[in-house]
C-alpha cells in the first residue's frame, strides 16, 4: 500500500453546546488537519495523487469552515462542532471529492491545539 500526508489548518471559532466546562462558552482554535489517503497501486505517473490536487480538495473541504463561528455552519447547526464530528464531516467531504481518484481516504485528524487531536477513520 502507498499512503499519502498532507497537513492545513483553519482558524474558527465553536462552543459545544451541553458541554459542561470552558468549551461550552465561545472560544476560537487555530485547527491543524491532517488527511491520509491510501492506495494499491500508481497511476501512470507513479504517483498516488497529486500533492497539489490532495491540498486543493482539503482547502476546498474546509473553505466553508474557515474564519467562521462553526455552530452556524451545516451540520454543526445540528450536531456539535467538536473534533470527532469536524474530523468525520472533513473525511466524508473529502471521500466524495476524491470519488473518482484511484485513492482512498484512510484518516483525517483534527487538531485543537498542540497537544489534543481527534481521528476518524472506516475500519
Ligand atoms: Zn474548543
Redesign the pocket.
Known sequence: MYELMIETSFSAA???RGYKG??ESL???NWRIQVIVSSERLNDTGIVIDFHELKAVTKDAISPLDHSFLNDVFPFTEIN???ENIAKWIYDTIRKKLYENNCTVSSVTVW?NDTASATYYEA
Do not use: I, M, Y
Request: aromatic share 0%; with cysteine.
Open positions: 465553536h462552543q459545544l470552558k468549551c472560544h476560537g482554535h462542532p467538536s473534533s485543537e
